[in-house]
């Protein structure tokens, strides 16, 4: 039996529990940014920070899915507050795609993690009363709602570590 084998694994996060203080309601939201954490981080072990830029097959960059995560989190939870982005949002976005040699995999894992963490802590703050109130997005201010937001939020998250997933395998099949 391998090493791999005898790791006791525990549940995914929806089967470990409510997150203390996020509401009864958003429980899935903070259980899908949990385990997109989790799943990335055990996919990253041993990716060469050098390999972050590579686009195998023509897929995104591993890179760019780490940095797209957080910033889109930050991006959804901004506008389901009720707020419009910033020029540092804004700023944030443009530079998602564009190739950085210089930033590691373990600096982009703990960007991801922290995003991960303050989300939930915004989720924390989110009132119950407000999931149905309407929320816009973007500049042309596209009606969506609160809880809307908040689970496309985790979707969208799912989706990219979904991607990111599926690049490394490859990225480390390739090598």
Do not use: C
Request: aromatic fraction near 6%; hydrophobic fraction near 45%; glycine fraction near 6%.
């Amino acid at each position: 039996m391998s090493d791999q084998q005898n790791k006791i694994r525990q549940p995914e996060f929806w089967l470990r529990g409510p997150v203390a203080g996020v509401p009864a309601l958003l429980q899935p939201v903070a259980h899908a940014l949990l385990q997109a954490n989790a799943e990335i981080r055990e996919a990253l072990q041993g990716f060469p920070s050098s390999s972050l830029w590579e686009k195998p097959s023509g897929a995104a960059a591993v890179g760019f899915h780490l940095r797209h995560i957080p910033g889109v989190l930050d991006r959804l939870f901004t506008y389901a507050e009720g707020d419009m982005l910033s020029a540092e949002q804004m700023s944030y976005l443009s530079a998602e795609e564009k190739p950085d040699e210089q930033v590691s995999v373990t600096a982009l894992l703990d960007a991801l993690e922290a995003a991960v963490h303050q989300s939930i802590e915004r989720l924390k703050k989110i009132d119950e009363t407000q999931l149905t109130a309407i929320r816009t997005v973007g500049r042309k201010r596209v009606p969506s709602t609160t809880i809307g937001l908040l689970f496309h939020a985790a979707e969208h998250t799912m989706r990219h570590t979904g991607q990111a997933l599926a690049t490394v395998k490859i990225s480390f099949a390739a090598s």
